[in-house]
């Protein structure tokens, strides 16, 4: 007689929908959260950039040339997008020193560009075009370069933290959370710039 083989079979309970994996968020929050504030800011320029169109279909118009010093910062903010570039690749690659050299490179670059937006508005007001008592168009002038201005002295502010942070080794291929959230916000920066100089020198 053959031996019947018996199997022992293991009932197991339906899964739950508690039991399913629950997806997770891909992006960091701290990177979400910069993401969500860069596009308020895309909002607010396109509100202003919007409002200038509106204000110089009207009529009477002031058109003239901006001051060639704003075309000498655009320049200077690209090469600062390079420069800061340099730092997040010396991080990724564990090139601490020249992580350090080109965070310290990128910030004075920041600052040179903020001085010499205060020498353009000294220019302007030499030009006679004054934020007041005057025209529009001088005014939306000195409104998109001064908002642009305040966000970039934020990421001034941003890229001292990380020098500090880099000279205290806590910038590297392990850590990069900072170090690409601050590349970001500087590239948008820049991006920004270039947009708002373009449209200064086709609209204005």
Known sequence: MENLQTQEF?????????????????MHPHKFALWLFIVTVIMI????????????????????????????????????????????????????QQNRIALFVTTAIGVTFLIMQIIGWRELVYMGKFFTGGNASAAFVYVLTAVHGVHLVSAVIYLIVMVVKA??????????????????????????????????????
Not at 65 to 88: M, R
């Open 45 to 96: 320029f396109a509100a202003f950039t919007s409002a200038y169109i509106v204000k110089q279909a009207e009529g009477g118009w002031d058109y003239f040339e901006l001051p060639p010093i704003f075309g000498i910062n655009t320049i200077i903010i690209v090469l600062s997008s390079i420069t800061l570039h340099w730092a997040y690749l010396s991080a990724k690659r564990d090139n601490l």
């Open 167 to 204: 000279l205290g080794f806590r910038v590297h291929s392990k850590n990069m959370l900072n170090m690409e959230m601050s590349t970001t916000y500087w590239h948008f920066l820049g991006g920004l710039w270039v947009y708002l100089y373009l449209f200064l020198l086709l609209n204005n």
């Open 10 to 26: 293991t009932l197991r309970p339906l899964p739950t929908p508690q039991d399913e994996v629950k997806p997770t968020l891909s």
